[in-house]
């Protein structure tokens, strides 16, 4: 009891300190406009969702503050065209689970009465959240899924800022094809596709494949591979075997680190290997593999590279970093899931209404040039199915244990090395 | 005439199950001399793979750090024995299953705590080149992994065959109750046992961090594969153990190759299944 009670006031305390920094005291309050953000604040995705709430967080300090920004809606006190009304966001947590995800969902729109829902990382929840708002008519804004089947299904009220899968392999293809015709090289012909055989993997081959063939590649190898494999020994001899130019892959991180280490071992030096992040873009890569993770290329959504583009990303980065109990850097998840709460917010403010109806006008007619974001896309504007069409992934390649930006060229801060030398000239 | 892959496939695949051989010899010794089926033997190797990469950090290579990692998991291992088996084997069967299934659990969730779920592989690893051998490419690592394991497993085998302390072991193994009646001390013998089996997977968890990260789930995929080829080569049986294990290699690499890799580990237990109908004492072992 003594522990519920000071519990409770412990609580009191930091909800009177909290409270009393963010609402300061005025002659006419303004009017607050509350959002539901719907995110895995707990369970298997639990980093990656507090990650997510704090960029959100951030996004709404920035809207709701004074202090300029080069971004869209920063600094300007609040919603301008609704009175500098708040936002104010409502964290439910989805615990990675399609069912809570719906009930929380539901519950935002019923009891909170939310204008619009935000969320929610995993497509899987992503798909069951954002039918409850199309039921309710609640317009709901996605960051951050990459399933291509989540803006195919006829809704009016889903808006996709990210990319997704599909044209993230397609930027693969671009970037492949743009730099052999920039640095003079021969064209590529053979390809390889290696994927671990679950959803992940097999999307990322079966939109590289259609891509290959609609491309008139030669699709010398489609090898799927259990995931978690002890040895990786006869996947690698058959794609010595099919001796492809260049390896598109897609792996998680053990099999990413026996792959390159079998490679190694078995000379397979193709032009180039290009990845499907995952794996690639662990921290853990580069940590372990050393100077063998070099030269290879992975697609990425981020760099803290952008600076080129926006001058205030590395800002952004710091005012993020010193929220971070961690102290990391925005990376490609909560700089998409920064981005959004701006594009909602902005959307809401056009609409001069808390209406739904009229907010999802507003969403539809949205028109963001990409240097008013922190991302490396040319901007945001919705198809009729509320997909972004004017986003793009970077594809990164790793020099010298680092990753460099090499495409779009606009933002690249290395040229690409193309091809990568073999194993026993390096 | 152009064999194509196949030296290759069969060259991998031997060193691949030699690896598995030296990990299953410690478990099948531990079920040959007490019993014992330890759902742990995998978190050892595990543990050694960490204590591996902590004495590479400090500069030692995997090579040289290999005895200090094989006695240091022989003193592990007949501690742990001491302090939970030896309580265990008091119980019913079932108990010595949960307990160590436990150990599993705990040694598991113990690393993620103090290690984090990060993968650790040894700085500037030694031998990273590569032989070849007409058509045939071998990773020095993988060679010296593989080798390593042949001759700590022929090591193994010479301690149980010829040694008086290995004789008791057997003896145990035959008829607990006449070689009680010989004199011979059950409980310094079980945590002999024990300690060796540990050891076993201590060595080799040396010699795997020449070609493989640390992290806390990495025992479970090898553990699996030594629980296949203890039963297929018999329980308790040290040479079954090296022809299981060279056989899975095989199997494995080959199937992968000729059939597909998403389906290489069918074909082994496929060779599993058929061994344990007609045998069920497994390819070496004793009715």
């Known amino acids: 009891m003594n522990r519920t009670l000071a519990v409770g006031a412990m609580l009191a305390i930091v909800l009177a300190l909290v409270g009393g920094s963010a609402a300061p005291i005025r002659g006419a309050e303004p009017a607050e406009i509350v959002v539901g953000s719907i995110l895995p604040l707990t369970g298997g995705l639990a980093t990656t969702g507090q990650g997510l709430k704090l960029a959100q967080e951030l996004a709404r300090d920035l809207i709701n503050g004074r202090q300029p920004y080069p971004l869209l809606m920063a600094g300007k006190d609040g919603l301008p065209n609704l009175g500098h009304a708040k936002l104010k966001i409502i964290f439910a947590d989805s615990q990675g689970s399609p069912d809570q995800a719906k009930t929380v969902a539901e519950q935002l729109i019923t009891q909170d009465h939310v204008v619009a829902l935000l969320g929610t990382y995993a497509s899987a929840t992503t798909a069951t959240a954002s039918q409850v708002a199309e039921r309710y008519g609640i317009p709901f804004v996605n960051p951050d899924s990459s399933s291509p089947t989540l803006h195919t299904r006829g809704f009016k009220t889903f808006f996709r800022t990210t990319p997704h899968d599909a044209t993230f392999s397609e930027n693969l293809f671009e970037f492949m094809s743009d730099v052999l015709k920039k640095q003079k090289k021969p064209p590529v012909h053979k390809l390889a596709i290696v994927y671990e055989n679950t959803l992940f993997g097999t999307g990322a081959a079966d939109a590289e494949e259609a891509i290959a063939k609609r491309d008139s590649y030669d699709v010398a190898l489609r090898l799927p591979y259990g995931a978690n494999s002890s040895e990786l020994q006869s996947e690698v001899q058959k794609i010595k075997a099919a001796g492809a130019d260049v390896i598109f892959q897609s792996s998680y991180l053990n099999d990413a680190l026996l792959f390159m280490k079998t490679y190694k071992q078995q000379s397979v030096s193709p032009q180039a290997i290009i990845a499907q992040d995952a794996g690639f873009i662990d921290p853990n890569f580069v940590k372990n593999l050393g100077k063998d993770a070099d030269y290879i290329f992975t697609r990425d959504v981020f760099s803290l590279n952008l600076k080129a583009k926006n001058k205030a990303v590395p800002a952004i980065n710091e005012l993020f970093k010193a929220r971070s109990p961690g102290g990391n850097n925005l990376d490609g998840n909560t700089a998409r899931d920064f981005t959004a709460v701006f594009v909602l917010a902005d959307a809401i403010d056009r609409a001069r209404s808390t209406k739904p109806e009229e907010i999802i006008k507003a969403l539809a007619a949205t028109n963001i040039k990409g240097s008013d974001t922190i991302m490396p896309w040319r901007g945001i504007k919705f198809d009729e199915h509320g997909q972004n069409t004017l986003g793009n992934g970077l594809v990164e390649q790793i020099q010298n244990g680092v990753y460099e930006t090499v495409w779009p060229f606009d933002v690249a801060t290395k040229a690409a090395i193309w091809p990568m030398p073999p194993w026993d000239k390096r | ?287």
């Not at chain 2, 103090?114 to 032989?131: A, E, H, K, M």
């Not at chain 2, 080569?233 to 199937?255: K, P």
């Open chain 2, 1 to 287: 005439m152009d064999l194509g892959p196949l030296p290759q496939l069969v060259v991998s695949g031997i060193l691949t199950g030699l690896l598995f051989a030296l990990i299953s010899v410690g478990l099948t010794l531990i079920f040959g001399v007490m019993d014992v089926v330890n759902f742990a033997h995998g978190e050892f190797l595990m543990l050694a793979m960490y204590l591996t990469f902590g004495l590479a950090l400090v500069g030692l290579n995997p090579i040289f750090a290999l005895p200090f990692v094989a006695l240091a998991a022989f003193v592990l291992g007949a501690i742990v024995y001491r302090l939970l088996i030896r309580r265990l084997l008091d119980g019913p069967p079932s108990t010595v299953v949960f307990g160590t299934f436990g150990l599993l659990v705990f040694l598991q969730g113990a690393a993620q705590y103090f290690f984090t779920s990060d993968y650790r592989s040894v700085p500037n690893p030694p031998f990273q080149g590569t032989l070849h051998l007409g058509n045939v490419a071998l990773g020095e690592a993988q060679l010296i992994a593989g080798l390593g394991a042949l001759v700590m497993t022929a090591l193994v085998f010479a301690f149980v065959e010829f040694t008086e302390p290995g004789r008791a072991l057997r003896a145990l193994s035959e008829d607990r109750v006449a070689a009680q009646l010989m004199g011979i001390d059950v409980q310094r013998m079980n945590a002999l046992a024990f300690g060796l089996g540990t050891a076993c997977v201590g060595a080799a968890g040396a010699l795997l961090m020449l070609t493989y990260p640390a992290f806390p789930r990495v025992g479970t995929e090898f553990a699996l594969t030594a629980f296949v080829v203890v039963a297929l080569g018999g329980f308790g049986s040290v040479q079954g153990a090296l022809l299981g294990a060279i056989l899975v290699g095989l199997v494995e690499v080959l199937g992968g190759f000729y059939i597909s890799p998403a389906l290489k580990l069918i074909p082994v237990y496929a060779l599993y299944l058929v061994v344990v109908l007609l045998r069920p004492q497994g390819l070496l072992g004793r009715r």
